[in-house]
């Protein structure tokens, strides 16, 4: 290759000082003068690549620059997640508690009651201030038209135990009223100051007490049936 490219810019540099056909005759017929038309484009091109050179001209292919290798990617330490904790168990679903028996019987409040509920109250309510009259007045026969199942005995002693006082009073604090629920049955509860005057002694005896009255309906009328706490 470097001979071929050697005789072309030869051939070039001779045609610049001599005419083309004059050239190929020199070298066809002369074989001296063809080596010194050799020397002399030779040393025309040496001319012509010093000045290429010069100018910065050169056949080398212009250096190319290594790409760089690609980075590799960076490794970011993933933290592991810590351990969980087992979930908290569910407590056992507890069994419903067994409900109380429902009372039979229904409390009859002083508010909020029917015309019918409000009779029968007024009635239980004369019937206790009836016991009361009887109390006060330590008659134990006055408790029988009250107390039809009391026996005439057991009234002389009810009477011999008021008679030791020389006065008793019998008074209400507070009453609660609960009819059953077919409306023949009652339970009072109430809670009473008893004030008595025993014979020898200048004070009143002022005592407290809870008394429970059990009462039944006979037609239209309330009457006892039995008394706790007495």
Do not use: C
Request: hydrophobic share 35%; glycine share 4%.
């Amino acid at each position: 290759m470097f001979s071929t490219v050697m005789t072309t810019s030869v051939i070039s540099a001779t045609t610049r000082l001599v005419p083309w056909p004059s050239a190929l005759q020199i070298v066809s017929s002369d074989p001296i003068a063809a080596a010194r038309a050799f020397d002399k484009g030779r040393e025309a091109w040496a001319a012509i690549v010093a000045r290429q050179v010069s100018r910065g001209i050169t056949d080398a292919p212009p250096a190319t620059t290594p790409e760089p290798a690609p980075a590799e990617p960076t490794r970011t330490a993933v933290a592991e997640p810590p351990p969980r904790e087992p979930a908290p168990r569910e407590p056992a679903p507890r069994e419903p508690a067994a409900r109380e028996p429902e009372s039979s019987t229904r409390e009859l409040p002083p508010q909020a009651m029917t015309p019918e509920q409000e009779f029968e109250r007024a009635n239980i309510m004369r019937l206790l201030q009836s016991f009361k009259r009887a109390f006060d007045s330590r008659s134990g026969d006055s408790l029988r038209p009250l107390w039809p199942t009391l026996s005439a005995g057991a009234a002389q002693n009810y009477q011999a135990e008021w008679q030791r006082s020389l006065s008793q009073q019998w008074t209400y604090n507070s009453v609660h009223i609960r009819m059953s629920g077919d409306g023949k049955r009652a339970n009072v509860d109430t809670e009473v100051t008893v004030t008595s005057l025993s014979p020898g002694s200048r004070e009143n005896n002022v005592e407290r007490r809870r008394v429970m009255f059990s009462l039944e309906r006979l037609g239209p009328l309330w009457v006892l049936a039995g008394i706790n706490g007495l």
